[in-house]
């Protein structure tokens, strides 16, 4: 049996997958996390913070991308710095990105 988002990811010749949040981080992550270096492949992240962290930094590029002027420190920043701005549980509220259009005359 197939739901109407299976049909319509096979319709659109499966350009596109709709991933819960476990299938995201398996697939960004497979590396068990009982491996002594599984929390360096996020940059010393938690697994939540880690998925964080990248939702920020792409947000970040899709809003350059879109002629929006994104702080330096923002498109730069390092999984590091991400931890030392927002901690190890970052808040969604937290993670509010706000940017002027680079043509908005007002």
């Known amino acids: 049996a197939t ?3 299976d049909n319509n990811n096979n319709n659109n010749n499966n350009k596109y997958k709709i991933m819960s949040d476990d299938e995201l981080m398996e697939e960004t992550n497979p590396e068990n996390e009982d491996t002594p270096n599984a929390g360096a492949n996020r940059g ?3 697994p939540e913070a880690s998925r964080l962290y990248r939702v920020y930094k792409t947000v970040a590029a899709m809003l350059e991308k879109r002629g ?3 702080p ?3 498109r730069t920043m390092s999984a590091d710095a991400f931890t030392q701005k927002f901690g190890e549980k970052p808040t969604r509220q ?3 990105i ?3 259009k680079a043509d908005d005359e007002s």
């Open 44 to 46: 010393g992240l938690t």
């Open 68 to 70: 929006y002027m994104v």
């Open 72 to 74: 330096r420190e923002i």
């Open 98 to 100: 706000l940017v002027e």
């Open 3 to 5: 739901s109407s988002t």
């Open 94 to 96: 937290s993670l509010t």
